[in-house]
């Protein structure tokens, strides 16, 4: 019986385990899709630059970003509305409904529904500690330690020494 199996190519042309890795993406800050308020385009140009910095974005990351910093905007408007709510009431964002209701203002919903919209998109851009720590060791070809090779206190320790911190 003959083996009809074949290598397939990789994008470098090479064949096989001592292939060569596709080429990286270029990182580029990409044009914002949709027009942005004077706010958004300050949040925009700085979450961009830093994305660039490290090399974690790419053109085709536009509508994520915008997205991003529309939430982010939107809901520092919608807590800043909720801070000056509560300066004018004593401290107190409650509200008594006309049956006789107590219960929070509606901005108080808006912007804990725009909080939970914006850390639901966070990680799509690498904006979280957590998904900016995963994207940059798949960016640097680590992968997932071994639990019984790694030590991971000796790593963490290699890791504060090369950032510059006092070794523990």
Known sequence: MTHQLKPVPNVGGGVGIGASAPPALPAEIPTAPMTLTAAERKVWN???QALLDVGLIHRTDALVLAVICRTF?????AEKQLSDYAAA?????????PNGYVQPHQIFHVASKLKKELLQWLPEAALTIPSFQKATAVAAGGGQGSLFEDDPVEQHRQRKIAAGMRAV
């Not at 401290?91 to 409904?97: E, L, N, Q, S």
């Open 73 to 77: 905007s939107r809901w520092v408007a």
């Open 46 to 48: 700085h979450v961009t």
């Open 89 to 97: 009431h004593g401290g107190d964002y409650m509200v008594t409904t």
